[in-house]
């Protein structure tokens, strides 16, 4: 079920933009001591204000407001819990004008709860790049924590008179990178017991860090791609099998060149498995939409009520034939008759020298064998790569009993083709005379 965003979107990247600006600023101002310029104060009230907003817009939708009722559109108050009031009410009280302890100001730092609460939303949401969202968000804490680190460094070292406050901040950000990363150089060496644990501290959240990412890494990089991956490992294991039972060479090349040209129309998916799970009307709907080339293409379709082509297209399985396979022969009992969606099909006497016709996309054979209960009245042999659909002779009867007009447009394409044929083998029989 597609998950509906407890308030709104937008407003919750409002909320993530403030909550990192708060983050970035407060923290630094604390341990540098600048003084807030106008820019900054604005900047402050404003953040104040849009969490001021924030929590009226929660306490509404949660339906806690008196004599406000729930937001248009809304059916039922959405849960708020006390821990989130709480959050949020610290979050929007301005302690900067207030005579507290400056430290207090931290407390604005509790809305980046909501940015992991949006961060998750997205990264549900998003399902094709919930991967990238993964590293991308990782990204960012990573970046969050190692200017924390940098400023609670700062705040432990105090601010010797022989560098400027850019100088202080930078020396502390290499400081926090390198030990994060438990590389330490040891030119920034802590000398104090206190400044001694909080290095140890941040060298056991480095390691645990790192080896989050290099244990997530591969796998998120793995994962962008899973299809490229799973088709990856099918060529090599096919080409061991191969080389193992020593198969030829050429027809080595021509199972691999299959599997190419599988992977680069469909991604080497078997769609029918891959929808085989879905409810009946969500299969209908997702078949239309895949079999939707094919159905554009034949002909006996235009102008085919939505019903017959929902049935078609429900029972429709695609297959791939590669040049110069034969796809039916002469002669042999048909179960199946085929739709061509791309590529050219050669239909050809049994002996494969005379060329009856060749068919092309939005063309269909097979349906000769299935009319007329009959024997292969002649071989079809594909010219290049060939997407077919095909229909199973069981389908086939069901849909020709419950649309007549399918069945004497096909009565009528097969008599003209038996004719044909026959005109054209009493004519080859005539020349050989
Ligand atoms: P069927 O006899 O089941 O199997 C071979 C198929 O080739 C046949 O059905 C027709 O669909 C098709 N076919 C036979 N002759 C022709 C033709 N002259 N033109 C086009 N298609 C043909």
Redesign the pocket.
Known sequence: MRRKHPVNEKWSWVIAVCATLSVVEIPTRLVLHYPPGLLLECLDWLITAVYVIDLLLHLRYAGWLPGISLARGQTMPVPYSKWWLIADLLAAIPFRVLPVPAPLQLLRLLKLARVGQTMHYWRQRAVQSANFLRLLFFMYWLMLLTHCAACGWLALRGLPPEFDKTTHYVRAIYYSITTLATVGYGDITPTTSPQMLYAMALMILGAGVYSYVIANVATILANIDPAKVRYREMVEKLSAFMRYRNIPSDLQQRILDYNAYLWEKRLGYDESAAIAGLPPSLRAEVSMFLNREIIEKVPLFKGASEDFIRAVAMEMRPVIFTPGDYI?R?GEP?SE?YFISRGRVE?VSADGKTV??T?GAGD???????LFHQR?????RAAEYCDLYMLEKGTFDNILLRFPDFDSHLHTV?GK?QD??TEMIRRAAIAKE
């Open positions: 039916m002469a048909g008759m239909i009856y016709a068919l269909f054979f097979g349906e000769m064998a299935l292969r009245t002649a071989s079809a097969a083709r044909g044929n």
